[in-house]
């Protein structure tokens, strides 16, 4: 029954079994992490932010604002992540995101869309934040947009790649929050206005480190005339909290 259903997924599968894409273990089916490589994220599964997503250490039966959000000063309307930017994610992130390991997509586009489970938003397109052309020749292609494919897909909405440009800066690696925020101000411009306005957009990235791209991002969205900007990557810096 199997093979009458889906011949070519049962041919593929039989000549090139299922593996994690991590080290290679038997799984059950491809783009699946292996038990022990899935364990070894610290994913965010916890109590955390209702907001922005930040993890809590301690449990609570409603969910808090963080200390950010409660000063109201997270600008994003919602922001989640799969799991925190630590050694784990630090290893699969940096090969996918700079060495060609494009299959690495599949399950962190898996893990975001579960990060994903409890936000209530009903969004009217996906948007990866744009690369810069010049990375972009350079790198081959980019990595959010291989992640936002499959959570358009699973909200059943479009992709957008094309609304919003975004001029070449230094990578801001090893940088300050401010320096962060000065070195992304006016990166983007928009290109398509009439496919933003009034629409509630979801933007998707690999990793979170202050929020300055995200932020800079939905303050030209709205500029623009988007309802509602919200975000999800698939990792991010948090030092876990107690609230």
Known sequence: MYLFRNPLRYIVEFL?????????????????????????????????CRHCGYPFMNEYDDAPLCPMCA?????????????????????????????GKINYYRFMARSMIWALRDADISPDLV????????????????QAALL?????????????????????????????????????????????????RGRKILLVDDVMTSGATLYELRRVLMRAGAAEVYGVTFCRVARVVYK
């Open 148 to 196: 936002a494919r499959p959570i358009a897909a699973a909200f059943g909405i479009p992709i957008d790649v094309d609304s919003i440009g975004r001029e070449f800066r230094p990578d801001m690696g090893h940088k300050t929050p401010q320096q962060r925020a000065e070195n992304i101000h006016n990166v983007f411009s928009v290109r398509c206005p009439d496919k933003i």
């Open 71 to 99: 000063a109201g000063k997270c600008e994003m309307d919602l922001i989640r992540s799969a799991c925190v930017y630590d050694d784990a994610s630090r290893a699969a992130m940096l090969p996918f995101k700079h060495c």
């Open 127 to 142: 948007m990866p934040v744009p690369l810069a052309n010049r990375r972009l020749c350079h790198r081959g292609y980019n």
């Open 16 to 48: 090139f079994p299922p593996a994690c894409p991590l080290c290679g273990a038997p799984v059950d089916s491809h783009g699946d992490l292996c038990i022990d490589c899935w364990t070894a994220f610290n994913w965010i599964d916890g109590t955390k």
